[in-house]
Nanobody, 115 residues
């Protein structure tokens, strides 16, 4: 059973930083994509950043230059370093793992940025 598990959310002031982590358990194929999505109240879930098994990254325009995605293969973990946080970054952040033709989601972690 593949299961991504997020950690690291919380409350931070605008301009601050947070790092999210997502550890994946279960059978993961060598070719895969991990990433972060977020969903704010009343809005649809949107892509924040993704990273392939070949280390290719993709970012939403709204976070480029502020967020950095990375992964540790040995720990089967993906990270999202968030800097210069803004109130509009407030959302539930979900870890995503795409492997073997299937898509898996974590339970989500709340990030709240106060102004």
């Amino acid at each position: 059973q593949v299961q991504p598990v997020e950690s690291g959310g919380g409350l931070v002031q605008a301009g601050g930083s947070l790092r999210l982590s997502c550890a994946a358990s279960g059978a993961i194929f060598g070719s895969n994509v991990m990433g972060w999505y977020r969903q704010a109240p009343g809005k649809e879930r949107e892509m924040v950043a993704t990273i392939t098994s070949g280390e290719s990254t993709n970012y939403a325009n709204s976070v480029k230059g502020r967020f950095t995605i990375s992964r540790d293969y040995a720990k089967r973990t993906v990270y999202l370093q968030m800097s210069s946080l803004k109130p509009e970054d407030t959302a539930v952040y979900y870890c995503m793992l795409s492997t073997g033709g299937y898509l898996y989601w974590g339970q989500g972690t709340q990030v709240t940025v106060s102004s």
